[in-house]
């Protein structure tokens, strides 16, 4: 069973950077998947932020984070990162690691909250003007 466990969450200061971790576990083919970071902020629907191909490196982000936020991949560790400078209070949300290990690529329904099978418990941002 994959299990996708969250880190690095926290409060921090506009301007200010943070970085969050996606543990899987139980996931065979971790280095031929659509990993995701996807975030909810209250009363507003998941929104996709950044997806990464963890077959070959291609990586596709939400307009609102591009130039500021980077994710990035260690195959040897199962882990996924979400590197976020430039943090704004539009930020602010829950963020969640997903994971679609059955269609490779992510594609160009990276975003689609419906693509991604397995889902993290989420790691709280909060960034304060």
């Known amino acids: 069973q994959v299990q996708l466990v969250e880190s690095g969450g926290g409060s921090v200061q506009a301007g200010g950077s943070l970085r969050l971790s996606c543990a899987a576990s139980?996931?065979?083919?971790?280095?031929?998947?659509?990993m995701g970071w996807f975030r909810q902020a209250p009363g507003k629907e998941r929104e996709g932020v950044a997806s990464?191909?963890?077959?070959?490196?291609?990586?596709y982000y939400a307009d609102s984070v591009k130039g500021r936020f980077t994710i990035s991949q260690d195959n040897a560790k199962n882990t996924v990162y979400l590197q976020m400078n430039s943090l704004k209070p539009e930020d602010t949300a829950m963020y969640y690691c997903?994971?679609?290990?059955?269609?490779?690529?992510?594609?160009?329904?990276?975003?689609?909250?419906?693509?991604?099978?397995?889902w993290g418990q989420g790691t709280q941002v909060t960034v304060s003007s």
């Open positions: 139980g996931y065979t083919y971790f280095w031929n998947s659509c």
């Open positions: 990464i191909y963890t077959g070959g490196g291609k990586t």
């Open positions: 997903a994971a679609d290990p059955d269609r490779g690529m992510c594609g160009g329904s990276w975003f689609s909250v419906t693509r991604y099978n397995y």
